[in-house]
């Protein structure tokens, strides 16, 4: 017996976790093999030795009450639980509420920004005509013009170099 599947079904066997074909297998294997047979003296012993040294412990209460107080500690839980959820709900619900009226909001504002035109903002500021262009060369001259639908003015210089 050198495999580990063998000493599973040895301890198995021990066990009653076999179904009867298998059971008769290992029982089989138990008659023929010495290093088996050992094996399964060695686990029934120590099997035995747990079992009858095993320390029992006495609850200070009954049975029923020592369960009955796991069992209300639960439903405790399960009340902070809910009432957390009832919280969490309600701000929940504000959060659904301002979260498109925000970005409603900020659909508003962008949508102002792009049918902005400065022809709207020129009635508020009066734009003349008249540009001052300082030039260091004494024989320049310019011409401007401003297009109002476009909104722009072009300003020409012209030096008058050959």
């Given at each position: 017996m050198t495999n580990h599947e063998t000493e599973l079904e040895v301890q198995a066997c021990l066990?009653?976790?076999?179904?009867?074909?298998?059971?008769?297998?290992?029982e089989d294997l138990l008659s023929r093999d010495v290093e088996a047979r050992a094996l399964f003296e060695e686990l029934r012993t120590t099997?035995?030795?747990?079992?009858?040294?095993?320390?029992?412990?006495?609850?200070?209460?009954s049975r029923e009450f020592f369960w009955s107080g796991i069992e209300r500690r639960i439903k405790a839980d399960e009340g902070l639980r809910r009432?957390?959820?009832?919280?969490?709900?309600?701000?929940?619900?504000?959060?659904?509420?301002?979260?498109?009226?925000g970005a409603l909001g900020a659909l508003a504002i962008f949508v102002g920004m792009?049918?902005?035109?400065?022809?709207?903002?020129?009635?508020?500021?009066?734009?003349?005509?008249?540009?001052?262009?300082?030039?260091?060369?004494e024989e320049t001259s310019s011409f401007s013009f401003r297009s109002e639908a476009a909104a722009m003015t072009v300003v020409w210089v012209d030096s008058h170099r050959e």
């Amino acid at each position: 017996m050198t495999n580990h599947e063998t000493e599973l079904e040895v301890q198995a066997c021990l066990d009653r976790e076999l179904s009867g074909g298998a059971m008769r297998t290992v029982e089989d294997l138990l008659s023929r093999d010495v290093e088996a047979r050992a094996l399964f003296e060695e686990l029934r012993t120590t099997k035995s030795l747990v079992a009858e040294n095993e320390l029992e412990q006495k609850l200070p209460e009954s049975r029923e009450f020592f369960w009955s107080g796991i069992e209300r500690r639960i439903k405790a839980d399960e009340g902070l639980r809910r009432t957390a959820e009832v919280s969490e709900g309600r701000a929940t619900s504000w959060l659904r509420f301002l979260a498109p009226a925000g970005a409603l909001g900020a659909l508003a504002i962008f949508v102002g920004m792009a049918l902005w035109t400065p022809e709207k903002f020129s009635t508020a500021v009066a734009w003349d005509d008249s540009h001052e262009i300082e030039t260091p060369l004494e024989e320049t001259s310019s011409f401007s013009f401003r297009s109002e639908a476009a909104a722009m003015t072009v300003v020409w210089v012209d030096s008058h170099r050959e």
